[in-house]
Structure formats: structure tokens, C-alpha cells
């Protein structure tokens, strides 16, 4: 497993924008696909957004399709999240992941990650 930490959270009003990153160490990050989840108080986690090993393939949630944009520099070590037109609705702890290594398929379900970050807080004012 590698080590994930977060960071780019904070405070914005809606309508503005935010970039997480997500810096991975610990093993050879082009061998990893990996995601971005987000957690509000008293909800379940929820799917975001994940890109494959060399970043050809990108899926997002519905919910911020058109508005969220992953990426990532293998060379780096990093992933990005860039968040524009965001909403209240937004506001959670954002959590990168990474899947086992190796590993081709992307996917939005968290059980198919298992290394993840401690989180980044994003709260959006109305």
C-alpha cells in the first residue's frame, strides 16, 4: 500500500472554485488507478471522480460531471481534483484513493480501493 495525503481544501462561496491535490509515496504511482471520494456529515461516502493508470480514462459522478475535472502527473507522484461552479452540496471531506497495484479497471466503488488518504475539508457557502 502507499501513503496518500491531501491538501487545496478550504472555504469558498458558491460559485467559485477549488483544486485538491493528492500526493502519493510509498511505490511507483503510474502502477496505481485512483479515485476521489467525498464525505458530508451524516451521509455515506460518495463516489467522485477516478482516472486510470496513464490518465486516458477519466469517469465522474453525475452529480459533478461537467464541473470537476481529474487529472494526474506521474511524474509528480500527484492526482488533482479541480472543482469549479461549486455548490453547497459540495461540501465534504474530500479522500483520494488508489487501488491495488496493478490494477487496470477505474472504478466508483470504494470497496475496490485500499489505500486512502486522511481527507480534505471543503466547505462552500451559500
Known amino acids: 500500500q502507499v501513503q496518500l495525503v491531501e491538501s487545496g481544501g478550504g472555504l469558498v462561496q458558491a460559485g467559485g472554485s477549488l483544486k485538491l491535490s493528492c500526493a502519493v509515496s510509498?511505490?511507483?504511482?503510474?502502477?496505481?488507478?485512483m479515485g476521489w471520494f467525498r464525505q458530508a456529515p451524516g451521509k455515506e461516502r460518495e463516489f467522485v471522480s477516478a482516472?486510470?493508470?496513464?490518465?486516458?480514462?477519466?469517469i465522474y459522478a453525475d452529480s459533478v460531471k461537467g464541473r470537476f475535472t481529474i487529472s494526474r502527473d506521474n511524474d509528480k507522484n500527484t492526482v488533482s481534483l479541480q472543482m469549479n461552479s461549486l455548490k453547497p452540496e459540495d461540501a465534504a471531506v474530500y479522500s483520494c484513493?488508489?487501488?491495488?497495484?496493478?490494477?487496470?479497471?477505474?472504478?466508483?466503488?470504494?470497496?475496490?480501493?485500499?489505500?486512502w488518504g486522511q481527507g480534505t475539508q471543503v466547505t462552500v457557502s451559500s
Open positions: 484513493a488508489a487501488r491495488p497495484a496493478y490494477t487496470r479497471n477505474i472504478s466508483l466503488k470504494a470497496e475496490d480501493y485500499d489505500s
Open positions: 510509498g511505490g511507483t504511482f503510474a502502477i496505481y488507478t
Open positions: 482516472i486510470s493508470r496513464g490518465g486516458s480514462s477519466k
